[in-house]
């Protein structure tokens, strides 16, 4: 043991073994000893010297202390020494440093200090040292399986270290770890209960962690969010004072972007969590000058970054917008445009809640009317968009606070025509108000200020407020500038002409060609798609020498990108004009350009604009970010209206007079034929929308149809059930006549009687079967008149056809029903008659009975009895034909009924039948027209095809004319 004690601190004894004996010593006493108390001192002497002898020990002892961590689980004092060796093996020494002098445990922020210069060297060595032993660590997945095992160890000692050696391993080496924790069973979730630790250091060492593990990998941030991550996450952040918390609260917010930025899964989980509204409490910071410290702003900023990582541009359109919704609902939006007016607020805190209020509102109508609507708490009070512009414009405020105006601007005018149109509204004579300050006049104050990056601001801001927007473009035009006392006024697209063309001769802070870049992107997009500026501009007689000369001239390369936009802008002429002005036509400017300037080297100038470099910056993001004034020369919707516009005016220049002649003629032909055929798809559509209101009624009364001949089924029966009761008395009457008949007794005179009474109500059931039978004729008589009237509708439509079918077959078979009924009606008639019959024969032989004997007496006493009794059987007899006779007449109610609706129903399909052969004489007409186009557009097209221009091979002519073909064949 004397070499343990020489590493533990105590006495030397003899001479003193090297570092590399004393690991050798240490590892074959940890291989080969016992007892745990000697493999314990030998690992916690291995400790000792991991930091000093980190190579030594990674290759002499990593295979005996992941041995221990296999064999030795049980104790956890000896797992807690090998651990931390580990981790002493595979993390820096300076991060190692850092962690020791932390009060609670390791930094959480993640970030490191500067480091001397001559140090770099070393700490660049020992972080590949880390990455090669972190590599030969992870070779065995079994070794990363182990410590994942060893993190379900409540006990300290293990779990701390367990953490922070994962940890370690993921810095080295993110990627290999990732994929093997991910194939690990119920690796993440073992992960995920760190955050669920009472004990702070782990659970914050735990969010490291993720924080690595999370990095760059979707599959692992899917996992962990469906772990409760979010909703684990945000009760800490609450826990911890929101804002105010320290530096665990900017952890959770850094695991937050780490699993929702780029990942739209996350972003909607989050979403339909309703987590979005818990981040409100985050920004009510209130109005105060005091309390911002540097953690809070750092939280605040990571906070409003989460809030852009929600609603950014690159997010589906969808997601982006659900979410802008669920952000102005909850009050969000309101309370950033809180902080956005208040004072007191850091000045990047400022700058990046303009940023993300401009995300919130981006595209968004109803969020971008609330954007409008927000007043300054100012004296008097001003709209907040007015309030930004002025910091746009004042060159005393920072760059960066400018830029972001810039942007929240834009995305106010983000697909708002509303808002356009009260922007240029600020411009209009009409509407200036001269004791207030309006967004227009700050725009026209910074567009010709002696300030460049004023200039370019204002100009990209205006171009902004005429983005697609045709109407606004014209209205701009009414707008007078006074320059000076007595001197006319002038319009702002002359003003600006002057300005460009006299660049050079204005003193200017900043870049001359950055104002001229900013005042001809400006008027390049206010004349693009808009005729009548184009011949404003060409009716001023400079503007075109002025361009041509740019063009033509050797400038240097800082000119090159003038001449460039020049360019574009003399080719927006040629391609937008309407050839009013007899001076400048697209043929005679044409002229001027192959004269003066050359097609080729016009070509080539106007292609140098999306060969600049910071063109190709510009197009990546709608965000204007710019590290430094002189780098602002691009505007996003720019780059757009380039990339567009760039092959189309190439192929105008080179055209010939003759070629846009017949391209025009082919222009009108197709725009008149796409007309008459949209007239025409129009008609169709209304008709087809006809056709379907009427097969709706035909429905509905085919329903009605059905209902009846339910209730029909229902009162068979019930004439069944009548039937059988019938009879069932029609026998018993039977047997008690054929009785009366072998006795010959005598009927007194009150039988006599009830014979009467019979005979009366089967006269009166006679009148009633012959009403039934008068009624069935009239209804044999209807159902024919509707056969026929059923034949003709067939014959004169065939949509119709299977409808009429279908009803015909429903009323044959309630004739056949009926038909049967009145024959069901016939037979018990005849059967009452034979009855009747019967009963007068018995009456008539009873009547000279003999009255000597007593046996006689007793005969005709027993006759009385089954008289009374056939009597009473008799009366019920009258009671069920009653109701039988009642049940009749609510069928032939319901029948009439029926019969009326019929009727009604075959009047509704003649009408249709007549429509529908109008709507088919109507098409084949069309048809014929668009037959006729047809034949023109193909002798069109061969004759462009004779000129050498492209054609598309697929016809959506055609293809919409067969889906006509097919929609008439499905009405057929």
């Known amino acids: 043991m004397n070499f343990l004690r020489g590493v533990m601190g105590g006495q030397p004894a003899g001479p003193q073994p090297s570092g590399t004996e004393t690991i050798q010593k240490l590892c074959d006493r940890v291989a080969s000893s016992t007892l745990l108390e000697d493999r314990r001192d030998a690992v916690r002497a291995l400790k000792a010297l991991s930091k000093k002898y980190r190579s030594e020990v990674a290759s002499q002892a990593m295979s005996h202390l992941i041995h221990i961590l296999q064999t030795d689980s049980s104790d956890s004092e000896i797992i807690g020494y090998a651990l931390d060796t580990l981790y002493n093996i595979f993390s820096n020494d300076e991060e190692e440093e850092q962690d020791e002098s932390e009060d609670g445990g390791p930094s959480s922020s993640g970030k490191q200090s500067s480091k001397p210069a001559h140090d770099e060297n070393g700490q660049k060595q020992a972080d590949d040292l880390g990455c090669q032993f972190t590599e030969i660590f992870i070779k065995e997945q079994e070794n990363v ?17 367990g953490v922070k050696l994962l940890t370690a391993l993921l810095k080295n080496q993110c990627s290999q770890v990732q994929a093997v924790i991910l194939v690990s069973p119920m690796g993440v979730s073992r992960l995920m209960d760190l955050l669920a630790d009472s004990r702070e250091v782990i659970r914050n060492d735990g969010l490291l962690l993720l924080q690595h593990l999370t990095k760059g990998n979707a599959a692992i941030q899917k996992i962990v969010a469906f772990e409760n991550a979010f909703e684990r996450l945000l009760d800490i952040i609450t826990e911890e004072g929101n804002s105010d918390g320290g530096i665990v609260v900017e952890d959770c917010l850094l695991l937050l972007l780490n699993l929702l930025k780029n990942n739209s899964s996350n972003q909607n989980f989050f979403k339909e969590g309703s987590y979005i509204q818990r981040m409100k409490p985050w920004f009510e910071v209130g109005d105060e000058n005091s309390g911002w410290s540097a953690q809070k702003v750092t939280n605040l900023h990571l906070m409003l970054q989460l809030v852009r990582v929600m609603v950014s541009p690159v997010n589906p359109p969808g997601a982006t917008s659900s979410c802008q919704k669920s952000m102005y609902h909850c009050g969000l939006l309101q309370q950033l445009c809180t902080i956005l007016m208040a004072t007191g607020v850091p000045a990047d805190i400022l700058t990046e809640t303009i940023n993300t209020v401009s995300e919130v509102i981006r595209g968004s109508q109803v969020n971008q009317d609330y954007f409008a609507s927000v007043n300054a708490p100012s004296n008097p009070p001003r709209p907040a968009i007015v309030v930004l512009l002025m910091s746009m414009v004042n060159e005393k405020q920072p760059f960066v606070l400018r830029c972001a105006v810039l942007y929240c601007f834009q995305c106010f005018l983000y697909k708002n025509q509303k808002g356009q149109g009260e922007i240029v509204a600020t411009l209009l004579p009409s509407t200036i108000d001269a004791n207030s300050i309006s967004a227009g006049q700050l725009l026209c104050g910074g567009l010709f200020s002696t300030d460049s990056v004023s200039n370019w601001c204002a100009a990209v801001a205006l171009a902004h407020a005429l983005q697609d927007n045709l109407t606004q473009k014209e209205q701009l035009l009414r707008v007078q500038l006074a320059t000076s006392l007595g001197n006319p006024p002038v319009s702002l697209l002359q003003q600006c002409t002057n300005i460009l063309s006299q660049g050079d001769k204005i003193d200017r802070r900043g870049s001359k060609v950055q104002t001229r870049v900013g ?44 001449q460039g936009l020049c360019a574009l802008l003399l080719g927006i002429c040629i391609y937008y004009n309407d050839n009013s002005l007899e001076n400048y036509t697209k043929e005679k400017l044409k002229q001027l350009i192959e004269k003066r300037i ?28 710019f590290s430094s004034p002189e780098q602002m020369l691009f505007d996003h919707e720019f780059t757009k209206l380039v990339k567009e516009l760039e092959a189309v005016l190439t192929k105008t220049v080179h055209k010939s007079s003759e070629e846009e002649k017949k391209e025009e003629e082919v222009k009108k032909t197709l725009e008149q034929h796409d007309s008459i055929v949209t007239q025409y798809k129009e008609l169709i559509r209304e008709q087809d929308a006809q056709i379907n209101e009427l097969k709706t009624q035909v429905s509905s009364m085919k329903t009605q149809n059905e209902q009846l001949q339910a209730s029909v089924t229902q009162q068979l029966s019930q004439i069944q059930q009548h039937k059988d009761q019938y009879n069932v008395l029609k026998l018993k009457l039977g047997k008690d006549s054929q009785q009366h008949n072998g006795e010959g007794a005598q009927v007194n005179g009150v039988q006599l009687e009830e014979l009467s009474r019979l005979q009366e109500e089967l006269e009166e059931l006679k009148k009633q079967h012959g009403v039934l039978q008068s009624q069935l004729a009239e209804k044999d008589s209807l159902i024919e008149k509707m056969k026929s009237e059923g034949a003709h509708a067939v014959e004169g439509t065939a949509g119709s056809s299977e409808n009429n079918s279908e009803l015909q077959k429903e009323l044959e078979t309630l004739r056949a029903q009926v038909q049967s009924q009145s024959a069901e009606i016939s037979q018990l008639q005849a059967e009452r008659q034979e009855l009747l019959k019967k009963a007068e024969t018995s009456a008539i032989v009873s009547a000279p009975g003999n009255t000597d004997s007593s046996a006689a007496a007793a005969k005709i006493t027993e006759l009385e009895k089954r008289l009374s009794e056939v009597t009473g059987e008799t009366e019920k007899i009258k009671e069920e034909g009653k109701i039988w006779s009642d049940s009749k007449a609510a069928l032939e109610q319901q029948v009439a009924t029926a019969n009326s609706s019929v009727a009604i129903l075959q009047n509704e399909k003649s009408k249709l039948q007549q429509e529908v052969a109008e709507s088919k004489k109507e098409q084949d007409d069309l048809l014929m027209l668009l037959a006729d186009q047809d034949q023109k557009i193909k002798s069109l097209k061969d004759k462009l095809k004779e000129l050498g221009e492209p054609i598309e091979e697929d016809d959506d002519l055609d293809t919409r004319d067969q889906y006509d073909d097919e929609d008439d064949e499905d009405d057929d």
């Open 145 to 161: 399986t182990l410590l994942l095992s060893l993190l379900e160890e409540f006990d300290f000692h293990v779990r701390w270290p």
């Open 519 to 562: 005042l001809l992107m400006l008027l390049c997009t206010w004349i693009s798609n808009c005729p009548i500026a184009v011949t404003h501009f060409l009716h001023n007689q400079a503007n075109i020498p002025f361009l041509t000369g740019q063009i033509s001239e050797n400038l240097g390369e800082d000119e090159e990108l003038v």
């Open 598 to 625: 050359g097609k080729e080297n016009f070509v080539e100038k106007l292609g140098s604009i999306c060969k600049h470099e910071l063109y190709s910056r510009a197009a990546q993001k709608p965000q204007p970010v």
